[in-house]
């Protein structure tokens, strides 16, 4: 007898239960086999292999979205430590005359980067408490301002660098904590 939702039941009527396939166990726990080829990929062993090799010297330009300045900057790595698949970046950034140091992740698995300017005073349209965020490691990199009114910009870099000495570094400003 079919049920349907709709059906007046009392509360002392029965309903028939109709199983039709055995419940076998030994069914239950049969492992799975996939044809074909697997790739392998080791994120953690990619992080260790990027830390080797990554260039340590970027440089490119940073272009404000407010008022569409183009700004030089220079990245240099001086520290990149694996840590599982995330990798530690520590360093220095110079974004025009303003020098300051750096620090932040690039996760081997999904190249995301973030990069966090640590001073109090940097250039206009780029400041305290934003961040440089990348989808493809060190290119397509955008500053995330703190603000909402600030409308951010764009941070081009190669790791192809001409060594340009035309100007000295300026003195590093002091480190800001993060909290």
């Known amino acids: ?14 309903v028939p239960f109709e199983l039709t396939m055995p419940l076998d166990s030994s069914q ?6 996939v044809e074909g080829s697997v790739q392998r990929f080791d994120p953690v062993a990619r992080a260790v292999d990027l830390a080797e090799t990554m260039p340590r010297q970027w ?9 569409g300045s183009n700004v030089d900057v220079n990245l240099n790595l001086a520290k990149l430590t694996p840590i599982g698949q995330i990798i530690d970046l520590r360093g220095e950034m110079r974004l025009g005359s303003v020098t300051t140091p750096v620090q932040g992740n690039l996760n081997a698995k999904s190249d995301q980067l973030e990069l966090l300017p640590l001073s109090d ?4 349209g780029v400041e305290p408490g934003g961040f440089f965020i990348g989808l ?3 290119t397509m990199v955008g500053w995330q301002a703190p603000r909402l009114t600030n409308t951010g910009g764009m941070l081009d870099l190669n790791s192809s660098c001409s060594v340009q000495a035309s100007e000295p570094l300026s003195e590093p400003l002091p480190i800001r904590g993060l909290w």
């Open 121 to 124: 005073q940097l250039i206009p």
């Open 59 to 67: 440089c490119g330009t940073y272009k404000s979205f407010g008022d």
């Open 28 to 33: 239950l726990a049969v492992p799975l086999v």
């Open 136 to 138: 493809q490691e060190f």
């Open 1 to 14: 007898m079919p049920i349907l939702l709709a059906m007046d039941l009392s509360i002392d009527s029965e």
